[in-house]
Nanobody, 126 residues
Framework: QVQLVESGGGSVQAGGSLRLSCAASGYTGHTTITGWFRQAPGKEREGVAAIYHGSGTTYYADSVKARFRISQDRAKNERYLQMNDLKAEDSAIYYC???????????????????WGQGTQVTVSS
């Protein structure tokens, strides 16, 4: 099984930055993609960013692509989400997730992921 643990969440003022980390453990060799998702109260889960492990190809939601960057450290089996110029609308619980098989068109679709972390809270104050 795959275990994912997020860290790095917290409270920041608008315009600030945070770097989220997703540490993977267990048998992860079969996973091909890691995504970051978020869910705010009263809203559906939405895909934020994703990265294919082998190619490094990345995908971003339009709302964050100018401000967020997803990256990975294969040696550490970790993925990251660098969030810059944070806005109040970015406040949510952020989850990392992994999948073993997914089409690129669905890279930001949470229904395509089967391994999930517990989430980390990000709160952006205006």
């Amino acid at each position: 099984q795959v275990q994912l643990v997020e860290s790095g969440g917290g409270s920041v003022q608008a315009g600030g930055s945070l770097r989220l980390s997703c540490a993977a453990s267990g048998y992860t060799g079969h996973t091909t993609i890691t995504g970051w998702f978020r869910q705010a109260p009263g809203k559906e889960r939405e895909g934020v960013a994703a990265i294919y492990h082998g190619s490094g190809t990345t995908y971003y939601a339009d709302s964050v692509k100018a401000r967020f960057r997803i990256s990975q450290d294969r040696a550490k089996n970790e993925r990251y989400l660098q969030m810059n110029d944070l806005k109040a609308e970015d406040s949510a619980i952020y989850y990392c997730a992994a999948s073993s098989a997914i089409a690129s068109i669905a890279a930001l679709d949470p229904d395509e992921y089967n391994y999930w972390g517990q989430g980390t809270q990000v709160t952006v104050s205006s």
